[in-house]
């Protein structure tokens, strides 16, 4: 007898949308946070967000890996079922 299909997994519109949605939004806070030292002209405060800069790296490595998994599916929809041509 043989083996059944492996399952399909399928992510609607919406799931895709709203990954795409969060990959934008933490890239947008990562380079704000990274960025934003420089214009800051209070010493106090712009040392108080340099020093958050870990969490702005984590948040742009975080918003692109959204990216790439939005991609990822992207591509995976418009290949069709089966993955390889």
Do not use: D
Not at 38 to 45: E, L, R, T, V
């Amino acid at each position: 007898m043989p083996l059944p299909p492996p399952p399909t997994r399928r992510h609607s519109n919406k799931a895709n949308n709203e990954l795409l949605f969060k990959g934008c939004l933490c890239v947008l806070i990562g380079l704000a946070v990274l960025v934003s030292p420089h214009f800051i002209k209070s010493p106090g405060m712009q040392g108080i967000v340099a020093g958050a800069s870990l969490v702005g790296w984590f948040a742009l490595v975080l918003g692109l890996a959204f990216g790439g998994l939005y991609l990822k599916r992207r591509f995976a929809t418009i290949r069709g079922p089966g993955g390889s041509q």
